[in-house]
């Protein structure tokens, strides 16, 4: 595994051009915008973003990782994420994990219960992808200070140790902060980097339907250069998404 996360990738800034014109225009209709506008305008601006990819580039793109716009307008946003990160200093200060060289990030986990911000994320959640977020993991906050980073790895998690929730069948990721250098999360096998822009998530299905592991979401966070990075993570399991999301016949189905 290379010491440092997609290198090539970590250096490029380019696919999220056009996104940050979306939002404003999203922030200035009052953002509660209904999803299927979500919708139409998160493909018209993948449209107007990917004009200079392949067709099966953008397809493969398209499939594996959707860029979701969230949530609130960016002042609700502003102030959601300031309870949030309120919330994940607190506990990471009590919190007691392992610590690893290939993660280097502090991170702290939320239950529902902690704040009605984290019950609100989690309802938004799942009406924006139609999951099931009662088998899910609780809310991972991590902050990255300059050099923060994580290696190029899957989600998934391996099989034998899915217990009776399945695996990691989705990933949604929402920026808490921008950050001013680094920082991007890039899809090393698909080519995409992702910068991050506060109160926008990515989302992306780390299984096919079928339940087998999607190889093509290998990802790692590009290490911060200037400024500080926030995120918080939302992993959501294969049980309770049999009617939602249906298996496929073939393995990459
Ligand atoms: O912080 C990021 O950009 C990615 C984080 C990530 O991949 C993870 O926590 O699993
Ligand atoms: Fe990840």
């Known amino acids: 595994m290379n ?42 601006v993948f449209t107007n973003l990917f004009t200079s990819m392949k067709t099966e580039e953008l397809n493969r793109y398209r499939d594996t ?17 300031l309870q949030l990160q309120r919330a994940g200093v607190y506990h990471a200060k009590t919190g007691r994990g392992k610590t690893v060289d290939y993660r ?28 099931d977020m009662s088998t899910a993991e609780h809310l991972q906050v991590a902050n990255y200070g300059v050099g923060g980073q994580y290696e190029p790895h899957y989600d998934f998690g391996r099989e034998e140790r899915s217990e009776q929730l399945g695996r990691r069948i989705a990933t949604w990721l929402l920026y808490m902060s921008d950050v001013q250098a680094g920082g991007a999360t890039v899809f ?24 087998e592991g999607d190889d093509r979401t290998r990802h790692a966070a590009c290490p911060v250069l200037v400024g500080s990075k926030w995120v918080s993570n939302k992993w959501i399991h294969e049980r309770g998404q049999e009617f939602r999301r249906r298996c496929g016949l073939r393995k990459t189905d």
Request: hydrophobic share 35%; with cysteine; charged share 25%.
């Open 65 to 81: 990782l959707r860029r979701a716009v969230l949530l609130l307008s960016p002042h609700a946003a502003h102030t959601f994420i």
């Open 3 to 44: 010491r440092v996360p997609g290198r090539q990738l970590c250096k490029t800034n380019t696919d999220i051009r056009g996104l940050q014109t979306f939002l404003d225009q999203t922030s200035r209709q009052g953002v509660d915008v209904s999803l299927q506008r979500v919708d139409r305008n998160i493909s018209r």
């Open 188 to 211: 090393t096998d698909v080519r995409a980097s992702v910068k991050p822009i506060k109160g926008t998530a990515v989302f992306w299905y780390n299984l096919y339907a079928s339940g």
């Open 104 to 131: 280097i990030s502090k991170n702290a986990w939320l239950r529902e219960q902690e704040h009605p911000v984290v019950d609100k994320i989690n309802q938004r959640i799942e009406d924006i992808t139609g999951l």
